[in-house]
């Protein structure tokens, strides 16, 4: 009898355990597929730990670590220089980088980590930095203009000699 009794609160327990397990979570992971090379770009990780404490946020971009937020450490924010990385501001979720190029390109990696069990959550997204309209030098932007003007050029020209070729039938069929 004492058995079963021991069996039914040992089963107890390790359901409470999978529930709090279960229940932790990343609530929003935001990182832009895409963004504009000389731009900024927000990326969030916010979590849902049923109250438990966080024990440390850190983000990676390709496993190299650039952010670390402890709140129980004395300085809770830590930024570790990782090349293509520049943090505007940040708080425990939110993360603004500034004037993003070709080295911010990569992976991008979100760890929450609370102090129940040592619980880990991760979640991660690719970003991909595009060239930006203004980054066009002047001779892309310019040599687009004379294929345009080119082209122009041509529809006008083959409209004369059609209208001609049309009026000297004309004359042609007059006289
Ligand atoms: C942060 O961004 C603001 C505009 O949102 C800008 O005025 C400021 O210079 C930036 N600071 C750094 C350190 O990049
Ligand atoms: C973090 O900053 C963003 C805006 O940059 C704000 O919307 C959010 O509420 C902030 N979160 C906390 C926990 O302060
Ligand atoms: C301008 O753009 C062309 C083609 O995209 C490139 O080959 C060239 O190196 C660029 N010039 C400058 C000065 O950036």
Not at 54 to 65: D, P, V
Not at 75 to 94: A, Q
Not at 127 to 133: E, G, N
Request: net charge neutral.
């Amino acid at each position: 009898m004492e058995n079963i009794f021991h069996h039914i609160i040992n089963s107890f327990f390790l359901l409470t355990c999978l529930q709090v397990v279960k229940s932790l979570r990343i609530s929003e992971f935001i990182v832009p597929r895409n963004a504009f090379e000389g731009s900024d770009a927000r990326i969030i990780c916010s979590y849902d730990l049923e109250g438990y404490p966080l024990y440390t946020l850190k983000w990676y971009r390709n496993e190299e670590e650039f952010f670390r937020y402890e709140p129980k450490a004395k300085e809770p924010y830590m930024y570790l220089p990782v090349k293509g990385i520049k943090i505007n501001r940040s708080n425990s979720t939110h993360i603004l980088l500034s004037n993003v190029n070709k080295f911010t390109e990569g992976s991008f990696a979100c760890e929450v980590s609370t102090d129940i069990q040592f619980q880990t959550l991760h979640q991660e997204s690719h970003l991909t930095i595009v060239a930006s309209r203004s980054s066009d030098n002047l001779s892309t932007y310019s040599s687009r203009n004379v294929i345009t003007v080119l082209l122009l050029l041509q529809l006008m020209v083959s409209h004369q000699i059609i209208k001609s070729h049309f009026s000297v039938n004309l004359n042609v069929g007059n006289s």
